[in-house]
């Protein structure tokens, strides 16, 4: 009996999920989502209208118009940005996040794009941002990222979160955590 019920709630679950995927694209259809920063907005219509062919984009293409998209963001789009990330689609900002930690991308811009990675990781789902965690040390040593104490709170606390729900080694913890106390070392010298 146990078998057949759990089936049975597995089968509804999936119903849940299928119904809500449905709902959700209907709503954008009619509803697109509309932002106050010309340049957000322009930054989620590309990604939205480009996120299928993603790991194909050059440099004379589609990484090119995305380069030009963010060359210019501020800390006030930035802002913009993370205040309205619930807007956002999570493989959206996996895009993003992949495409901050192209060579070409950090040559073209100006902001701090490592913290913007970081920011991400931290936000992004609750569980799911174990295959972010990798590239931290990346995007930082990049940008050469001057990430503030908060900062590498929240990062020690999802990095913890990560494996406390055996997302991620051990081996992760331990290194992140390592590289963290590094950055929180330079950060109080003076």
């Known amino acids: 009996m146990k078998k057949y ?5 597995k089968i509804l679950k999936l119903k849940r999920m299928n119904l809500q995927s449905i709902r959700e694209s209907m709503h954008h259809a009619f509803f697109p989502v509309k932002f106050e920063n010309e340049k957000i907005e322009k930054l989620y219509d590309f990604i939205s209208q480009n996120d299928r062919d993603a790991e194909y984009w ?3 293409g589609l990484l090119g118009e995305f380069i030009n ?4 963001f501020n800390q006030d ?13 999570s493989y959206h900002l996996v895009i993003i996040a992949d495409k901050l930690l192209d060579p070409t991308v950090k040559a073209s811009v100006k902001y701090d794009f490592g913290f913007v990675y970081c920011r991400i990781f931290c936000l ?3 569980l799911d941002s174990y295959y972010l965690v ?7 040593n990049m940008y050469n990222s001057k990430l503030n104490l908060s900062m590498l709170v929240d990062l020690t ?9 055996k997302q991620i080694t051990k081996q992760q913890l331990d290194y992140n955590l390592s590289f963290i106390n590094k950055l929180q070392n330079e950060l109080q010298k003076p």
């Open 5 to 9: 019920y759990s089936k049975k709630l």
């Open 58 to 60: 050059q440099l004379n």
């Open 69 to 72: 998209i963010i060359k210019n």
């Open 77 to 89: 789009d930035v802002r913009f940005f993370f205040s309205t990330i619930t807007l956002w689609d």
């Open 124 to 126: 992004y789902e609750k």
């Open 134 to 140: 990798d590239s931290l040390e990346i995007a930082v």
């Open 157 to 165: 606390t999802k990095i913890n979160l990560l494996f406390q729900n």
